[in-house]
């Protein structure tokens, strides 16, 4: 038989149709169960006592015991909640009914019992062991289920011999379903086809399924609740069911290795017809002692379903036959009896994987009977008190009474921790006493060494030599007469805390022992959702506490022998991630990995890594191979495809041979792979930045609200205590504008007091460096002059023999980001990540410093053209306005910035020695280096006066014909920025800006954004703010809406427009600017320059923080702009007095001509619609003025003080801002 690899799933609708009658059926045997406990006197939190049953039977009465006995077990483990309690009884009987009949069916659609449930017409409707019931016992058809019950039973007494776990009777099983609720649940899964029960994941699926809900129910309690996860619900929340091609890959690259390794020349078990996915190093694979097939034994310590040891059946069905030792129809009992181990701690799932395992087993070989399945429950609740006390009277020696005493111990969570409780190590201890006690009495000299997990036989109390298996059949043995008494004397609680202990004695049998193989796709519950008690526990015992799947990883490494394989599927989050940095290191140190398959998305809600590491034992540690297919979208293809090319050894750039050891270069020991051998071993060839800088924290004034502030916020008056403070929130490069203020009057005395700053590093203020981005896509450093504080993001201070240039162009390079990516795959970058950056701090050239204060230079010019940039600079903005070029000249800024970081990676590879299949690597990670692409020379010449770097450009002549189709091709892609059109079309973003340009190829956002900035200067200069030739500004800050006013906004950007053009043009830029804008210049200014254009750009985390106030009544009939900073006590005073007051004036006088005009008979209809707007306006302004004068009641002014933002909170509660706070919030678009 070969393994059968590549087995076709299950398709979306027969998956479907099985979630769908899985959770049915959950509900009605539930409901079943609930209305039949209510008969026997239990409701949903409460018990009748049994006295008060008198309608119950003798035997009811019995039943009432046994469900007693199961409650009180539950609430052992649940602190005594009785609702719980029930629940949970409920759950697990549910379960046992519905695995119950799953089996069944499952068996019987592989003819490996008498077709019991499926009906045929040729046995009167029945099933054939119906009829057959009929036909031998037919008095048996006068019971209400006419007989099914009997057929039942004989079929359970048929298979239940051999897979007792689900079939033999307990306290589960203890209520007598309903003949019709049974009837219906087994019609449903009848209704499955027979060729969905024939597949072998089908049971997976149900176990899956059956959980679904409650796995829903749990969540939300996380998080509407911050319920922490315990007891029960960690099996059920826990489940995951593993895909049948990462079981594959998992199976091959630990046992078929292992049989591989041993056998080397004479096994064919990596032919592609048997492990397919095992496809080994030559150099990888090690001498291995070769073990008879049955002493290679496999472990899942948390085996849910069975899928691993289902599939592992196979690959160990092969080596039986290579080995050729034992029969081929008694391999499927060998591997039960002998290889195949599972542990879980829901019983369900324990279930599931026996029967999947017993289906195997009779499907090669039905005739041949299975006396052993070697999968267990963790799921033990011991009772102490009295009946402790009896079992360790039982015990016949003093061993066996400590370790029954360790079980106690050991056990008391085992429903939470499962096979993480490390019970081993202190049954060691047990025996080595009593080894030390017989050896020093000089009654027996020992014939093995070792610890009692590895050896297999010790000496007895007795002084006789025993094996573990001779005490634990004896222990179990003094169990089985504890529970026969029970049994004899009708009490049905003795017997239950028989069994549970006889349970314990089979989980320690597991647990001491250690395996050859461990696969396993361990469970997922972050810390934070834990419980206390499992919290504590994993944290206690665990470097790897921030999970449970990491503390498996660990446990799984003490399970298996020396140079034994784990594999295991898990989140990749251990391999980077900060919370693991103490964990890394030991498994690296124990641990050899071997072969990685690195999915890294997540598909289907599986985790997305697996792999296989080997125990290191000393020598024999081999390179580790890292398949890579996070750029894959279908991973199934992309592993198949991987595996063909490693099978014939063709090489992939997306498969990596690292030397494991070089992880430990890297702070934290992040398993940084994909950055291969050669960028790693950078960090070996040069000195970190740590050496020849200092990285060092920023200020953190622990209030931002009281002491930071945009730039443009603070009055001049005070200027002089507000120092610029570099924040670095942007992605741009080589230089971040300032654009806030930290208050440090006196030297930060007031942010020194305050309780929650912090001041690290003063010394260093005001000194020149660089400064990074803490959060972002990209690592991305700038310059920090020397007139500013770094905040937050960090600080670089280099000594005076670095050239600070040439490190910020080394930096910010494409190497840089990639490896800083590596390391902080959640993109949060740190001091300790960038002390650590390795630096060749003697270049053989000045090249890339020159390149780096070139992209400085032209970011910073770039820069000065926003306002909201504190080093604006008005002239070079109005500059590139009168030259019709502003667009322009910012795109070919940005282009210049661009094409110079590109520029700088051509250098840092040269002089970091990169090849090109690495800096292929690099471009998949990191954005693409534009440089590369040729200039279109159909769009002119490129200005090197400019920029002396451009002549490194390529250029390309087109065709008239070629040259039509890019502009064509950039007008259609103009909505996407200057580098998405560039990348797109693969040419360079100088060609674009000009192209653009010459064929006005920009969106009317575009068009529209750049009138408004020169819109929003004019009114700064109107307000004073910057001085424009002659202009006169406002002298209070007040520029109203209204050809009624002199001095109106719009007489403002006409004297505006007047200043910066010729008499001759004025009127034609007022009609470009309309143009730009697409509607009318003052109705633009009044509708949508304030809540579309000011506010979105004068703005901080969330906050709306203008300059020019846009006040207006309710309807608008009145508008104007305040300016900020000119506010006072005289402000709103001057604005009824000077403002409102002569428009309310002149609206009456208006009103009362037009009442005069229309008293006639017949008045004309354009005045009747007059005198209704002038009505409407008075109305409104006179409602405006109202609000003003509770204003001024109410003293309302600006406190510059608080800032900006509270200020325009306070007066926005008087509903006297042209568009309000809730409606700025959302206006970042039309």
Request: hydrophobic letters at 35%; aromatic letters at 10%; charged letters at 30%.
């Amino acid at each position: 038989m070969s393994t059968t690899h590549g087995q076709p799933g299950l398709s979306s609708d027969q998956r479907s149709t099985i979630r769908s009658t899985i959770l049915r059926t959950r509900h009605t045997l539930e409901d079943e169960l609930r209305r039949q406990l209510e008969r026997y006197g239990i409701y949903e939190n409460k018990r009748l006592p049994l006295e008060d049953l008198s309608h119950l039977s003798a035997e009811d009465r019995h039943t009432r015991r046994t469900l007693d006995a199961a409650i009180e077990r539950e609430l052992e483990s649940t602190e005594g909640d009785l609702e719980r309690s029930i629940t949970n009884y409920v759950r697990e009987a549910t379960k046992t009914y519905l695995n119950r009949f799953v089996a069944l069916k499952t068996i019987e659609v592989r003819g490996l019992v008498e077709e019991t449930i499926t009906e045929r017409p040729e046995y009167g409707n029945r099933s054939y062991m119906h009829h057959t019931v009929a036909e031998i016992a037919g008095e048996l058809t006068n019971a209400p289920d006419d007989g099914f019950g009997a057929a039942l039973d004989l079929a359970y007494q048929e298979i239940g011999a051999e897979i007792r776990m689900i079939f033999e009777e307990s306290e589960h099983s203890a209520i007598d379903l309903d003949a019709q609720v049974r009837e219906e649940v087994l019609d449903e899964l009848d209704a499955i086809d027979d060729e969905v029960w024939e597949r072998d994941e089908a049971l997976g699926w149900v176990y899956q399924y059956f959980g679904e809900e409650e796995r829903e129910e749990i969540d939300d309690r996380v998080d509407e609740e911050n319920y922490k996860i315990a007891g029960t619900d960690i099996a059920t929340k826990t489940q995951l069911f593993t895909p049948r091609y990462i079981v594959e890959w998992m199976v091959d690259n630990s046992l078929g290795r292992t049989w591989l390794e041993m056998q080397g020349e004479r096994t064919n078990i990596d032919d592609e017809e048997n492990c397919f996915y095992l496809a080994p190093l030559e150099d990888s694979l090690i001498d291995r002692e070769t073990k008879a097939v049955e002493d290679i034994t496999v472990l899942d310590p948390a085996c849910g379903s069975g899928h691993m040891l289902f599939y592992a059946f196979d690959v160990l069905y092969q080596m039986y036959l290579e080995e050729g030792e034992v029969p081929e129809e008694y391999i499927p009992r060998e591997i039960l009896r002998h290889n195949l181990y599972g542990i879980d701690i829901d019983s369900g799932a324990a279930q599931i994987a026996a029967l999947s395992l017993y289906l195997k087993a009779k499907e090669e070989s039905p005739d041949v009977t299975i006396p052993r399945l070697n999968i267990v429950s963790a799921d033990a609740v011991l009772i102490n008190g009295d009946r402790k006390q009896e079992v360790l009277e039982r015990a016949r020696s003093e061993l066996e009474e400590e370790i029954l005493e360790q079980i106690w111990r050991s056990f008391d969570n085992i429903r939470e921790f499962g096979s993480l409780v490390r019970v081993e190590e202190r049954i060691d201890e047990i025996l080595e006493k009593h080894k030390d006690a017989i050896q020093a009495s000089g009654q027996v000299k020992f014939t093995q060494e070792g610890s009692f997990a590895t050896q297999s036989s010790f000496v007895s109390g007795e002084g006789e030599e025993e094996s573990w298996e001779q005490v634990k059949d004896r222990l179990l043995e003094e169990v089985g007469e504890l529970a026969s008494e029970a049994l004899d004397r009708n009490d049905p609680i003795e017997e239950m805390f028989a069994e549970e202990v006889g349970k314990s004695v089979e989980i320690l049998d597991l647990l001491v022992h250690e395996y050859e193989v461990v696969v396993s796709n361990p469970p997922y519950l972050s810390s934070g959702k834990m419980g206390e008690v499992l919290k504590q526990f994993v944290k206690d015992n665990y470097i790897g506490s921030r999970d449970l799947y990491t503390a498996f990883i660990e446990r799984n490494s003490e399970f298996v022998v020396e140079n034994g394989y784990v594999s295991m599927i898990t989140m990749e989050t251990f391999m980077y991630q900060y919370s693991y940095r103490k964990m890394r290191p030991e498994l690296l140190k124990k641990m050899n990995f071997v072969d990685v398959a690195h999915l890294e998305n997540r598909d289907q809600g599986y985790m997305n890594v697996c792999f296989s590491m080997r125990k290191y034992s000393g020598k024999n540690r081999v390179s580790s191979r890292f398949n890579r297919l996070v750029n894959l979208e279908d991973k199934i293809e992309g592993l198949q495809a991987i595996t063909e090319a490693n099978r014939k050894g063709a090489s992939r750039s997306d498969v990596f041979l690292i030397e494991q050891d070089s992880f430990e270069e890297l702070n934290g020991h992040p398993f940084t792979y994909w950055l291969g051998n050669e960028v790693l071993s950078i960090y070996s060839d040069y000195s970190s930045i740590s050496s020849k800088a200092e990285v060092l924290r920023g200020l953190d004034t622990g209030d931002d609200e009281r002491f930071v502030r945009k730039y443009w916020e603070i009055s001049p008056s005070d200027y002089n205590n507000w120092k610029s403070y570099l924040l670095s929130p942007t992605d741009l490069l080589y230089h971040e504008p300032v654009r806030k203020k930290v208050l440090w009057g006196d030297d930060g005395s007031e942010i020194k007091e305050a309780e929650s700053s912090i001041v690290p590093s003063e010394d260093y203020f005001f000194k020149p460096g660089l400064i990074f981005r803490r959060w972002g896509d990209n690592y991305n450093v700038k310059l920090l002059p020397a007139d500013c504080i770094a905040s937050k993001s960090p600080g670089i201070y280099p000594d005076e023999s670095v050239d600070t240039h040439y490190l910020l162009g080394y930096l910010n390079s494409s190497l840089v980001r990639y490896i800083m990516k590596a390391l902080n795959p959640s993109l949060n970058f740190g001091v300790t990540d960038t002390e650590q950056i390795p630096v060749k701090f003697a270049p053989s050239t000045d090249d890339i410093s020159k390149l780096a204060q070139e992209g400085a230079n032209k970011q910073e010019e770039l820069q000065r053209l926003d306002e909201i940039n504190e080093e604006f600079d008005p002239d070079q903005f109005m500059r590139t306005f009168m030259r019709g070029s502003y667009r322009f000249d910012t795109e070919m800024l940005s282009a210049d910035i661009e094409v110079t970081h590109g520029l700088i990676d051509y250098r840092v590879f040269e002089e970091y020695d990169i090849s090109d299949s690495t800096i292929d690597l690099i471009y998949n990670d990191v954005p693409l280096n534009i440089a590369n692409y040729n200039h279109i020379a159909n769009a002119g010449e490129l200005d090197l006066e400019k920029n002396e770097f451009r002549a490194e450009i390529q250029t390309e002549e087109l065709s008239e014909e070629e040259y039509k189709s890019i502009v064509d091709e950039i007008d259609n892609h103009k909505e996407q920025s200057l580098r998405e059109i560039s990348e797109t079309l693969e040419i360079s973003p100088y060609s674009v800006a000009m192209i653009r340009r010459d064929f006005d190829l920009y969106t009317d956002d575009e068009k529209e954004s750049s009138a408004s900035r020169l819109l929003s200067y004019y009114l700064g200069c109107a307000m004073g703010r910057w001085s424009l030739g002659g202009l006169n500004p406002a002298t209070d800050g007040i520029i109203p809406f209204g050809s009624s006013y002199d001095g109106s906004v719009m007489d403002a950007m006409r004297e505006c427009i007047k200043e910066t053009s010729t008499k001759e043009n004025a009127e034609e830029i007022e009609s470009e600017i309309k143009q730009l804008l697409g509607r009318d210049v003052e109705e633009w200014l009044r509708n949508r320059f304030f809540r579309y254009h000011h506010c979105k750009e004068y703005r901080r985390r969330g906050q709306r923080i203008p300059i020019y106030w846009q006040l207006a009544s309710p309807d608008g009939a009145f508008s104007c702009f305040v300016y900020y900073h000119e506010i006072d006590s005289n402000t709103l005073p001057k604005l009824r007095g000077q403002y409102l007051d002569p428009r309310i004036n002149e609206l009456e006088n208006e009103l009362e001509t037009l009442n005069a005009q229309t008293k006639g008979e017949n008045p004309k209809k354009e005045l009747l619609k007059r005198k209704e707007e002038v009505q409407n306006d008075l109305e409104d302004v006179r409602e405006f003025r109202e609000t003003i004068d509770e204003m001024i009641d109410d003293g309302v002014t600006v406190d510059v003080e608080k800032g900006i933002w509270e200020n325009v909170k306070e007066w926005d509660q008087y509903e006297v801002l042209e568009t309000g706070l809730p409606k700025l919030k959302s206006s970042y678009s039309r």
